[in-house]
């Protein structure tokens, strides 16, 4: 991870706004992503989008090349389901849209509600 929070740093280093997206699943990549940034001088956010596990399986069944299996993304799902300390940072999603889901982290970012 500490590649990642380099080259994030050095975007937010140069002004831009940088999100990191991927499964920086707690206790294993956030907070080693987290601390880097921080050591950087920046500020940090997390946003946990969690679906239904229906809605995740078929998502990732839907695409090309060769799907997971539903036992792993069940894996992984409950991987999510007691995040502890940053459970305020999870957002319950069920059927909003692309629109939606960003309108939701950009109010939530902005309120402060996400700073990690």
């Known amino acids: 991870m500490s590649i990642v929070a380099q080259a994030a740093a050095g975007y937010a280093a ?6 990191v997206d991927g499964i920086l699943i707690p ?3 956030l907070e080693p992503l987290a601390d880097s940034l921080r050591d950087a001088g920046h500020t940090v956010a997390c946003a946990v989008l969690r679906a239904p596990l229906a809605t995740c399986v078929a998502r990732v069944q839907g695409r ?5 299996e539903a036992s792993a993304i069940e894996q992984l799902c409950r991987s999510f389901a007691d995040l ?5 940072n999870a957002i319950e999603l069920d059927g909003e849209g692309p629109e939606e889901v960003a309108d939701l982290v950009s109010r939530r970012l902005a309120g402060g509600q996400l700073a990690i």
């Open 14 to 19: 140069a002004g831009y706004e940088t999100i």
């Open 27 to 29: 206790g294993w990549f």
């Open 84 to 88: 502890g300390g940053y459970e305020r």
């Open 64 to 68: 090309e090349g060769v799907p997971l």
